[in-house]
């Protein structure tokens, strides 16, 4: 399911209906989901990019481990990044856990690369989507809260 600001209210409601009540659902959501919108038995939060402001950082995490229930939330942040741990534990009073993940070769990642680029050579919607997806990424770190952190100064090429 998928969720963003763009949905209309019918189709918002629609996918958050739809996500509540599989029993094995996954759900894409923008910021749009970080707060007033509560969702019974959400196990994982998983944050793949950091928050503009770092307040929703915190507004994203609760949307698990609610109502006296255990949650867990993940958030991806490169070496580049890591300053951002400190910066919300200074600012939201937010300790993390680090949680080291073993990186794929440079073969696997360029293996991965080309089939990405097969992919959205064959499907034009893909390459839309997709360039549409990483413009969109790529300013939100351009306005975001941190910027010593989160700079676009050689961050993505």
């Given amino acids: 399911m998928a969720v963003h600001g763009k949905c209309s209210n019918s189709h918002r409601a629609a996918q958050i209906k739809s996500f509540s009540d599989s029993t094995n659902g996954v759900m894409i959501s923008t910021d749009v989901m970080a707060r007033g919108i509560d969702i019974t038995d959400i196990d994982w939060v998983i944050q793949f990019d950091l928050p503009k402001h770092s307040s929703w950082f915190v507004h994203r995490a609760g949307r698990t481990a609610r109502c006296g229930r255990d949650g867990n939330a993940l958030i991806l942040i490169a070496t580049e990044q890591l300053a951002y741990v400190n910066f919300l534990d200074n600012h939201e009073k937010v300790k993390l856990e680090e949680i080291k993940v073993p990186t794929s070769t440079s073969k696997k990642a360029e293996e991965l690369r080309q089939k990405m680029i097969k992919i959205q050579c064959s499907d034009r919607a893909i390459l839309e989507a997709g360039t549409r ?8 770190y351009a306005k975001h809260d941190c910027h010593l952190i989160c ?4 961050m993505f090429f």
């Fill in 133 to 140: 997806a990483f413009v969109s990424h790529v300013e939100s």
């Fill in 151 to 154: 700079s676009l100064d050689g």
